[in-house]
C-alpha cells in the first residue's frame, strides 16, 4: 500500500479522533496481517488497561508485555496491538513505538524513570493563581518538557505523519480568583519571564475565560496536563471536554494544595478536536535526562556562559564571568542562576548513578573544590598571622 493510500485510510479511520495517522498505520501493518486489532491505551489499573480499538473499548491484560525496564511499561497515550472479537481474556500482544513520552525521576533510589503519558504532542503545565506562584517549580517543569524524551521530538517534524511538534503550554488556571484589572497580565508577564518561547494562557473553569482560547491551541494531537494537586486540572479538562467527566474537590483553603481526586491517567477526546490525557497531581518532580531541556529554560545563561574568560566557567567567583557580570547589572536575578545551578546539579546527580564515567568526574571535581577550599583558608591564616 502506498504512503498517499495510507493517508486516505487513516483519515477515515474510526480512531482518527483518537490521533491514528498514516504514521500509525504504516507501523501497524505486520499486526494486521496477524489479525490483531490497533488501540490506544486510555487507562492503566494494576496490569489491566482500557483500550480504544475500533470495536469499542476494551479491557485487556498487559502480561505479554510486562518488561523489566520501568520505562517500557504499557502506559496512557501507547498505542498498541490488542486480540481481535472472540478472543477472552483480551491481552496487550505489542506496544507500537512511542514517538515521545514525558518521564519524571521516581523517589527511589535507584535511577529509574517513570512515564507519565506517551505520544503527546503538547505539554500543558498548569499553574493556580489561588496560591502564590512558584516560578522554580515552573522553570523544573519546562525542563522535563523540553528534555529529550519529549521536547526535542516534539520539534523535530516527522515526514510520515506530515505534522511538526509544538512547545509546551503554561496556563494559569483560577483566574477568575485574581483581583485587580491588570494583576492577571503582571502574572503572565513574569511567567513570561521564566519560560522562554513558551505560550502563557489564562483560564477559568468557573467563568469560562480563556477556555475557548486553550481549546483551540489543543485542538490538534494529544496533550497532557501536568501540574500539582490543586492547580485545577480535573476541572479544566471538564471545561475542555464540555461534560463532568473528572471528579473534582475543593483544594484546601489553608494552603490551596489539592486532594488528589484523579487517581489514574486518563485519555479523551475532546469534542472540537484534539486528544487530552488528564494526570494525577504531583507532588515531587523530579528530573529525568534533562540537560538539553535546563539549557533551552534558561538559554539567556546558556548565552551569556559563550562570553565567559574560561570555557568551563562554574559561574561561581571565576574572573571574567559573563554571568555573574550579568547578575551583578542587575540584568540576570540571583533566583534564576541559583535555580539553573539547582537543576544542573540534580540532574547531573541523576544521571552519575547510571554513569560512572561521570560519576569518577564528580569525585575528582569534588576533590579540587575541595582542595581549592583548604588552600584558601590556608592563605587566609597565613595572612592573619
Known amino acids: 500500500?502506498?504512503?498517499?493510500?495510507?493517508?486516505?485510510?487513516?483519515?477515515?479511520?474510526?480512531?482518527?479522533?483518537?490521533?491514528?495517522?498514516?504514521?500509525?498505520?504504516?507501523?501497524?501493518?505486520?499486526?494486521?496481517?496477524?489479525?490483531?486489532?490497533?488501540?490506544?491505551?486510555?487507562?492503566?489499573?494494576?496490569?489491566?488497561?482500557?483500550?480504544?480499538t475500533p470495536d469499542g473499548t476494551v479491557r485487556a491484560d498487559t502480561e505479554f508485555v510486562v518488561p523489566r525496564d520501568p520505562m517500557k511499561v504499557v502506559c496512557t497515550g501507547d498505542w498498541v496491538a490488542v486480540d481481535p472479537a472472540g478472543s477472552e481474556p483480551r491481552y496487550v500482544r505489542t506496544l507500537l513505538p512511542r514517538r515521545t513520552a514525558f518521564v519524571r525521576s521516581t523517589s527511589s533510589k535507584r535511577s529509574e524513570g517513570q512515564v507519565l503519558a506517551t505520544n503527546i504532542d503538547h505539554v500543558v503545565i498548569c499553574v493556580s493563581l489561588a496560591v502564590e506562584l512558584d516560578l522554580g517549580r515552573i522553570e523544573r517543569f519546562l525542563a522535563l518538557a523540553m528534555s529529550s524524551s519529549t521536547g526535542e521530538a516534539l520539534l523535530r517534524k516527522s515526514a510520515l505523519a506530515g505534522e511538526s511538534g509544538a512547545l509546551p503550554l503554561v496556563v494559569l488556571t483560577k483566574s477568575d480568583l485574581v483581583t485587580g484589572p491588570h494583576t492577571a497580565d503582571h502574572l503572565v508577564q513574569d511567567v513570561a519571564t521564566v519560560a522562554p518561547g513558551v505560550r502563557v494562557l489564562t483560564a477559568s473553569s468557573m467563568t469560562g475565560e480563556g477556555i475557548d482560547v486553550l481549546s483551540a491551541a489543543l485542538s490538534t494531537g494529544t496533550s497532557v496536563l501536568l501540574g500539582a494537586s490543586g492547580a485545577g486540572k480535573s476541572s479544566?479538562?471538564?471545561?475542555?471536554?464540555?461534560?463532568?467527566?473528572?471528579?473534582?474537590?475543593?483544594?484546601?483553603?489553608?494552603?490551596?494544595?489539592?486532594?488528589?481526586?484523579?487517581?489514574?491517567?486518563?485519555?479523551?477526546?475532546?469534542?472540537?478536536?484534539?486528544?487530552?490525557?488528564?494526570?494525577?497531581?504531583?507532588?515531587?518532580?523530579?528530573?529525568?535526562?534533562?540537560?538539553?531541556?535546563?539549557?533551552?529554560?534558561?538559554?539567556e545563561i546558556e548565552a551569556l556562559a559563550g562570553e565567559c574568560r574560561f570555557h568551563d566557567c562554574a559561574h561561581g567567583a571565576e574572573p571574567g564571568c559573563a554571568v555573574l557580570a550579568a547578575v551583578?547589572?542587575?540584568?540576570?536575578?540571583?533566583?534564576?542562576?541559583?535555580?539553573?545551578?539547582?537543576?544542573?546539579?540534580?540532574?547531573?546527580?541523576?544521571?552519575?548513578?547510571?554513569d560512572a564515567r561521570l560519576r569518577g568526574e564528580m569525585r575528582r571535581d569534588w576533590k579540587r573544590r575541595g582542595a581549592e577550599g583548604r588552600a584558601a583558608m590556608e592563605a587566609k591564616r597565613g595572612r592573619i598571622r
Open 236 to 299: 479544566l479538562a471538564n471545561a475542555l471536554l464540555g461534560e463532568e467527566v473528572m471528579g473534582v474537590r475543593a483544594a484546601r483553603e489553608v494552603d490551596g494544595k489539592g486532594r488528589h481526586t484523579t487517581t489514574t491517567r486518563n485519555l479523551l477526546a475532546m469534542p472540537g478536536g484534539g486528544v487530552l490525557i488528564d494526570t494525577p497531581g504531583l507532588r515531587g518532580v523530579g528530573l529525568w535526562d534533562a540537560e538539553a531541556g535546563v539549557g533551552q529554560v534558561f538559554s
Open 1 to 52: 500500500m502506498s504512503f498517499s493510500s495510507l493517508q486516505v485510510s487513516s483519515a477515515s479511520h474510526p480512531l482518527a479522533r483518537y490521533g491514528w495517522d498514516a504514521g500509525w498505520e504504516a507501523e501497524f501493518v505486520p499486526y494486521a496481517a496477524q489479525g490483531l486489532l490497533p488501540g490506544r491505551v486510555v487507562r492503566v489499573d494494576r496490569g489491566l488497561c482500557d483500550v480504544i
Open 328 to 354: 551583578a547589572e542587575g540584568s540576570l536575578s540571583d533566583r534564576r542562576l541559583e535555580s539553573y545551578r539547582k537543576l544542573l546539579r540534580e540532574n547531573r546527580f541523576i544521571v552519575a548513578k547510571t
